[in-house]
């Protein structure tokens, strides 16, 4: 999908030369993975101390019935 964008012109040499792309569209295309992963990551941290457990459960209890 053709995409016009304005984007920092420092920044996108900073990252070209920081990068193993050769081309711009390698370097948005890396970023935009990079966004996406970090972005999955911080909803994953948000799930901590959201799940409640019982105090009492023994896993290894779990381990050894099987």
């Given amino acids: 999908m053709a995409t016009n964008l304005e984007i ?3 920044l996108i040499k900073e990252a070209l030369d920081l990068g193993s792309h ?3 569209d390698g370097v ?3 970023a935009l993975r990079e966004y ?3 972005r ?3 909803k994953i941290l948000e799930l901590f101390d959201t799940i409640e457990y019982e105090d009492d459960y023994d896993y290894k209890q779990q381990r050894r019935s099987r």
């Fill in 8 to 10: 920092d012109e420092n």
């Fill in 22 to 24: 050769p081309t711009k």
């Fill in 28 to 30: 948005v295309e890396e």
């Fill in 36 to 38: 996406v992963q970090r």
């Fill in 40 to 42: 999955k990551q911080l």
